[in-house]
């Protein structure tokens, strides 16, 4: 095989064996025809790369002002294509093996107070249109850490019944279990109620769709950009800085907000679904920076009369 066609292979292999979604291909491809262009314009062919050029490549980041956190990912998502390169036998070394990369920022999570989180509800409840599908989307999502795209594609079949937990199928296919707070369970309710009267009605034009959140775009379902852009018309109605809400920012407001209440890691790194625990484990200094803050502000002996 050509290497021209290595980032297209590898690409395949992805979806064919590790089932990887298709943000992530589409990431790796970003990445990778990065990569890919800037090597043509420097001659240079993936059959002929050397560790220097990557090095070299990975300067030029750096000097176009991209982050750690980009620049580190970038990096593997090369090493994953020479390590395909090399296994199918396109190439007989591997010239990243001794690369250490730039290393991760670790980055604290931005997230939202409980009050904001409530303005966001309260301002989803006022809405004249689609009021009973936007609580249910903000109550499932403040209750269950969901990633969006993962509550976005949530299929109607997963909440039949008033469940007290759900299952959810996250990245890579792997599903977890995530319990119910009895506001998501209410507006669960009501939302089904109202979903499921409209799809009759359109019963005589296509069949029900499989989603809790049907859409007629092409997915079927609300999609990740749609939500966006409903958070932020939510956000400007409830007085909230538009750059403060993202959907991610409640992911992390419920794992932030559990951990404070006294919920254990490994309860938490379950509900959100990361593979390890370090993961999670980012929590804990958000709770710790909050706390000192606290101490720092709130109590009577920081406040101080400039005196020792």
């Known amino acids: 095989m050509s290497s021209a066609n290595w980032v297209g292979a590898f690409l395949d292999s992805l979806v064919a064996e590790g089932d990887a979604a298709a943000n992530t291909r589409l990431a790796y491809a970003r990445d990778l025809n990065d990569f890919s262009g ?17 090095d070299g490549y990975l300067l030029s980041c750096e000097a176009e002002g991209l982050s750690k956190a980009t620049r ?25 093996l001794r690369l250490s990369g730039p290393g991760k920022e670790r980055k604290l999570p931005e997230t939202l107070d409980l009050p904001e989180i409530e303005a966001l509800i309260a301002a989803a409840r006022a809405t004249s249109r689609d009021r009973v599908r936007n609580t249910c989307l903000l109550e499932l999502l403040y209750a269950t850490g969901m990633r969006v795209s993962e509550l976005v594609s949530l299929p109607v079949a997963a909440v039949r019944g008033d469940p007290r937990v759900i299952l959810v199928r996250g990245k890579g296919g792997k599903e977890r279990l995530v319990p119910l707070s009895p506001p998501a369970r209410e507006a669960l309710t009501e939302w089904l109620a109202q ?4 799809e009759a009605g359109r019963a005589k034009e296509k069949p029900p769709s499989r989603f809790l959140f049907p859409s007629r775009g092409v997915a079927g379902h609300l999609t990740r950009q749609g939500f ?10 409830a007085g909230l800085p538009l750059e403060r ?3 991610h920012r409640l992911r992390h407001a419920f794992a932030t907000h559990l951990l404070a209440g006294g919920a254990d890691l490994r309860s938490i790194q379950a509900m959100l679904g990361h593979a390890d625990l370090a993961t999670t484990e980012i929590y804990t200094h958000v709770l710790d920076e909050r706390l000192r803050e606290l101490v720092l502000t709130k109590h009577p002996l920081a406040q101080g009369d400039g005196t020792d």
């Open 228 to 237: 966006f852009g409903l958070l932020k018309d939510l956000a400007a109605q």
């Open 38 to 54: 800037w090597l043509a314009r420097r001659g240079i062919d993936l059959g002929a790369v050397a560790q220097g050029d990557v």
């Open 72 to 96: 580190a990912r970038r990096l593997s998502a090369i090493r994953q294509l020479f390590r395909f390169a090399h296994e199918e036998g396109f190439r007989d070394d591997n010239p990243t």
């Open 245 to 247: 809400v993202t959907p």
């Open 195 to 198: 979903r499921d009267e409209a």
